[in-house]
């Protein structure tokens, strides 16, 4: 589901391996690239899925992006995880104090999400973590940082796109809080991410428990900053999904002929990653034996970071079957860690 071109759903099914991160097994193989590539670069306006951004130069990028002045979002979650930690360990945690499973999806580095297992742990809570991501080198680093930070902690760490962990969610007996951090669902365009939401819905229980980041709407300028910084970070993350291409899939993309481009729609509270063609140009991909064509300033959309307001949250997990139960915020109300129950 999530590989899915940024503004239309995709036909293709990615089929993500599950596995341990320390064999490094690939989660999307060539043949699933090249065919998301194939369709992708078809269509038009042309379009890549973020999802691809991570590999294991991507997901230090992104490491790297987290710490830039200008990209607010990890830091104001770090704040309002901080603020309410406490609050959000025992939201989680079961009334009966029953042992659950915290499943985070796309976990990333979980720079943020060990604020709330430390505090878990100190609550002396039995709880498993189970971390997914489709990158295994972004799910190795975590999974060793948590051996040494954390030693005590159970992991249970799963290389999978979303849809095929919310497959694993299906029957898996006991109790369940699903963590869904740093405004990820701001990636999918707006039916996807119902569909998505529902689906995960679908997979809950009456006790289990739902935390989702969402980046709130804010002055314009902000946010489009966070996604075109000074240093030029974001536009080497976003470049390097063409260096991934001409690695794994043996095309030509010439890297001087490409621009990042960020904007932010204050009506929609899209902000859109672009790949721009510097001039008029064919690349070929080998691995699909075929040429791509580019007019002059044409772009390939790459990424979706939607921001949200209070009152579409609320509509949008009513819609999924959800219900709002508390929403955590920063000072400044920039960002909301909202967490949901199934509605009655
Ligand atoms: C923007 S980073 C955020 C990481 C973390 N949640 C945080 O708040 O810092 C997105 C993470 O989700 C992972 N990811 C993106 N799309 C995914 C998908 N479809 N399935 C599983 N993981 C995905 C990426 O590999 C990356 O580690």
Redesign the pocket.
């Known amino acids: 589901m999530?590989?899915s071109l940024p503004d239309q759903s995709s036909t293709s099914q990615p089929h993500s391996s599950i596995s341990n991160p320390k064999n490094e097994q690939r989660t999307t193989n060539n043949e699933e690239l090249a065919e998301h590539v194939r369709q992708g670069l078809s269509r038009q306006p042309k379009a890549l899925s973020?999802?691809y951004f991570?590999d294991e130069v991507g997901?230090r990028l992104?490491q790297q992006i987290?710490a830039l002045p200008e990209y607010y979002p990890?830091r104001t979650?770090f704040e309002v995880l901080t603020r309410h930690r406490a609050a959000i360990a025992q939201a989680l945690t079961p009334a009966d104090g029953q042992p659950f499973h915290l499943l985070e999806?796309?976990?990333?580095?979980g720079?943020?999400t060990k604020i709330l297992l430390r505090e878990l742990l100190a609550a002396g809570t039995r709880f498993a973590y189970a971390p997914?991501?489709?990158?295994p080198s972004?799910l190795a680093g975590l999974a060793d940082s948590l051996r040494a930070e954390l030693p005590s902690l159970q992991v249970e760490p799963l290389t999978?796109?979303?849809t095929q962990?919310l497959a694993q969610l299906q029957g898996q007996p006991g109790r369940k809080a699903v963590l869904f951090?740093?405004s990820?669902i701001g990636?999918f365009p707006p039916a996807e991410r119902q569909q998505f939401l529902g689906a995960l819905a679908a997979q809950l229980s009456p006790d289990d428990r739902l935390l989702i980041?969402f980046d709130l709407r804010k002055d314009p300028r902000q946010i489009r900053a966070a996604y075109d910084d000074a240093q030029g970070v974001t536009a080497a993350f976003n470049l390097n999904l063409l260096t991934r291409l001409n690695h794994e899939l043996g095309a030509d993309f010439d890297l001087a002929a490409w621009e990042h481009f960020a904007e932010y729609d204050p009506l929609t509270g899209a902000m859109r990653s672009f790949l721009v063609s510097r001039r008029a140009q064919q690349v070929h991909v080998a691995a699909l034996g075929q040429r791509f064509e580019f007019a002059a300033w044409e772009a390939i959309h790459t990424e979706n970071s939607y921001k949200f307001t209070l009152p579409q949250i609320e509509q949008l997990a009513a819609a999924a079957g959800l219900r709002v139960q508390q929403v955590f915020q920063d000072e400044q109300q920039w960002f909301a860690d909202v967490l949901l129950a199934p509605a009655e």
Do not use: C, P, R, W
């Open positions: 999530a590989a973020s999802m991570y997901s992104f987290m990890t979650e999806l796309g976990a990333g580095d720079l943020k997914v991501d489709i990158s972004a999978a796109e979303y962990a951090l740093g990820n990636n980041g």
